[in-house]
């Protein structure tokens, strides 16, 4: 599925023209401290044989993108399309 | 760091565990699929026959080619969700095609009552790793034009 995924995005999800998806994702501290305690354990290993992934490829579909923090959640509202290619 | 794969392996454990990181999550979309991707997923659907393949038109109208015959149904737009497993009804135009079908098409995914047919998704060979994510879907809707399905969901964490 990641290989999938990846090559949907470098291809700039062609496959999903027309999509478009909104709403708002509360994640919880541990969450976030997880995903950061990954990057951090991975520092300095050995790069992987994939090239790493651009995240400047999916800046094109944010339409728009916040974040609100609370007490032990950072909740991040998006607003993600796919336009069409003409 | 690869932002694609770590997120993907923790939405997979995040689904395992039913998204206990993610609660209050409210999310809507439009996912439109092409004729061409649905007619690929037949091919690889076990039991699916050989040479079956479907047109999409206007107005949540499919016609099923297979051989010379051309099959029309009319799809529900609304896809029955929150009781475990989504699934997709349709109903066909003609009644000899739909107890033709019921005779030969025997896949357990598959259910026929008179012209009506459900399939349900989540009994469709390959779908069961999807199981952690039907409990979230709270709307899903389909409809069509030419050689699209529209599919509008909205998918809630409580």
Do not use: C
């Not at chain 2, 998204?19 to 209050?24: R, T």
């Amino acid at each position: 599925m990641q290989d999938w995924l990846r090559a949907q995005v470098e291809n700039g999800f062609a496959a999903f023209q027309g999509a478009s998806l909104s709403g708002s994702i509360p994640v919880k501290e541990e969450l976030i401290n997880e995903l950061i305690a990954g990057v951090l354990a991975q520092a300095g290993r050995p790069a992987a044989s994939t090239p790493p992934f651009d995240p400047r490829l999916i800046v094109p579909f944010i339409r728009k993108a916040t974040v609100h923090a609370d007490a032990g959640v950072v909740t991040l509202h998006v607003d993600l399309a796919i336009e069409p290619r003409s | 760091m690869d932002p694609v794969n770590d997120t993907v392996a923790l939405l997979q454990r995040e689904a395992a565990a039913g998204f206990p990181h993610l609660a209050g999550t409210r999310l809507k979309g439009t996912l439109p699929v092409k004729e061409g991707l649905l007619n690929e997923a037949l091919r690889h659907l076990p039991g699916a026959p050989s040479g079956l393949a479907i047109d999409v038109l206007a107005g949540n109208r499919l016609v099923a080619r297979y051989g010379i015959v051309r099959a029309t149904a009319v799809l529900d737009e609304e896809v029955r969700v929150g009781h475990g497993r989504p699934q997709v009804s349709f109903q066909l135009a003609s009644t000899l095609i739909a107890w033709t079908l019921s005779q030969t098409l025997r896949m357990p995914a598959v259910r026929f009552e008179g012209r009506r047919v459900t399939i349900d998704l989540g009994a469709l060979h390959g779908m069961d790793r999807y199981r952690p994510y039907w409990p979230h879907l709270q709307r899903v809707q389909l409809r069509t034009t030419p050689g699209h399905v529209h599919v509008d969901f909205e998918v809630g964490v409580t």
